[in-house]
């Protein structure tokens, strides 16, 4: 069948709600999976999905398409993306696919196929699938699958909280952005023996507060709003399918997720003395120097959890952390990324000790860091646009360390003189993201500039596009989109 290309992306597929995607794709989807699994000796697929308002009727699809490959599906609903992949052992079953778009606009869907425990496909299995699709050489079933519906949330939450007890009560503050985490987070926490205060934790598909990204500054500036009023120990909020979390402390203090990756691998690092600690580009300089500190391995990836996932394959880290929001627990967990896990993990943390996660944040490395920028830029312009900016770089400051390789992947990493900046193309969506730091104002404000400028050359940016996400902190022109 006809399908755009460029839905199907590094490590999942995503698109318009009725423009790229409709329930027709979703079955046919659904039967070239079906195919690649029958192709391995694979018969059965677990399914779940996110809160939006289409994926009801494309998991639907996606199981009619699947059992008509002969494949048996079990149906598990609406869950967070870090509990189906957790479902994978539980109902041990290692394909399966989440309906999710995480944290793009409520107008889009997509959906993620796992290939085995924690894993899903990245480029060259979606490229094979997108090949079927389009040529619909499916193989199909004389004998159709059945579909089987499970509610597995209480086996869920007893694990986590058999893992992850909490020595003494807190008061914490959830607010999910009104999406998928506000119908399981609250109450897990509650079964911890926290206190919580439930702020937009009504679910709806439609996003009435806008895009529950926890790396927005407009989300961040909420909840610490929130927490500051409701005189909690801490506040979370989680993107749509709920496998990134975001924080602030008792103060209201707004903690980017680069910084909660040196926190939790300071206590992975207890537990695990000189274990390998791996993270993104997109990190902070602290994160590195946390670990050296403490006696860890730093290794530095590619941006793209799915890419991290599988690299870890080869290091085997004892955790692995994302400036977006990602945490892999692999040592003590399962090697994927799951929001309420980190959760339950930060909120163990804190409660073992009496100090104030403020406390614990200000013995860190201090960088003056920006959020996590988005600029508009077109699926078949972004990855140009950085391939054109590391020659010029690399001319321009020839004292620097820039990265372009393989651990950058699809960006390139710039530090020199303590500061330091990242920009790379998503595998998500149509924009770049930015991200820099320095120790100093003067230090912060040149950069700002500097990347300002260097974007500014390229006229495929819309600096006025919807999709963009705190493109102040960058050009202070501009409101956040």
């Not at 911890?192 to 990204?213: C, M, Q, R």
């Amino acid at each position: 069948m006809q399908a755009n290309p460029h839905i199907f992306r590094g490590y999942d597929l995503r698109g318009l709600v009725g423009e790229d995607l409709s329930e027709e794709l979703a079955e046919n989807l659904g039967m070239a999976y079906g195919t690649m699994l029958k192709n391995q000796g694979v018969t059965k697929a677990v399914i779940g999905r996110d809160c939006r308002e289409s994926g009801e009727n494309y998991a639907t699809a996606l199981i009619r398409g699947l059992n008509k490959t002969g494949v048996d599906t079990v149906y598990i609903g609406m869950v967070l993306v870090g509990t189906f992949y957790w479902s994978q052992y539980h109902l041990n079953i290692k394909a399966g696919v989440y309906v999710s778009a995480s944290h793009n606009p409520p107008e889009y869907n997509g959906f993620k196929f796992a290939n085995d425990f924690s894993e899903t496909l990245v480029t060259d299995g979606m490229n094979d699938l997108k090949n079927l699709v389009l040529s619909e050489k499916y193989s199909l079933s004389d004998n159709v699958g059945k579909n089987d519906e499970q509610n597995i949330i209480e086996a869920y939450y007893a694990d986590i909280l058999a893992r992850l007890p909490s020595p003494r009560s807190l008061k914490v503050l959830v607010d999910s952005g009104c999406t998928t985490a506000g119908a399981f987070a609250p109450e897990l926490i509650r079964r911890a023996g926290h206190e919580v205060i439930e702020k937009n934790t009504e679910v709806s598909g439609s996003f009435p507060l806008g895009v529950a990204d926890p790396t927005e500054v407009e989300v961040a500036e909420r909840l610490s709003k929130e927490v500051v009023e409701a005189g909690a120990d801490i506040g979370f909020t989680y993107d749509a399918d709920g496998d990134r979390i975001g924080i602030v402390d008792e103060k209201g203090g707004i903690i980017w997720n680069d910084v909660l990756v040196a926190l939790f691998a300071a206590d992975v690092l207890t537990d695990h003395p000189g274990s390998k600690i791996m993270f993104n580009t997109l990190c902070s300089q602290l994160v590195p120097e946390t670990i050296v500190r403490l006696g860890g391995i730093p290794f530095m990836w590619r941006t793209g959890h799915s890419f991290l996932k599988k690299k870890n394959q080869e290091e085997g880290a004892a955790f692995i952390g994302e400036l977006s929001g990602h945490f892999f627990f692999s040592k003590d967990f399962y090697n994927h990324d799951d929001g309420l896990y980190s959760t339950m993990r930060l909120l163990k943390y804190l409660s073992s000790n009496n100090e104030p996660l403020s406390r614990h944040i200000n013995d860190l490395p201090r960088y003056i860091s920006s959020p996590e920028i988005k600029v508009y830029c077109a699926d078949d312009k972004k990855k140009a646009a950085i391939e054109e900016l590391a020659p010029s770089l690399k001319k321009r400051f020839p004292e620097a360390l820039i990265i372009d390789d393989e651990r950058a992947g699809d960006g390139l990493r710039f530090e020199m003189d303590g500061q330091m900046f990242v920009v790379r193309y998503s595998q998500n969506g149509p924009y770049l993201t930015i991200k820099y730091e320095a120790r100093n104002i003067a230090g912060y404000e040149s950069l700002r500039k500097l990347i300002y400028e260097l974007l500014l050359q390229n006229k495929d940016i819309d600096w006025d596009s919807k999709i963009n996400a705190n493109v102040h902190a960058i050009n202070t022109e501009q409101t956040n989109a």
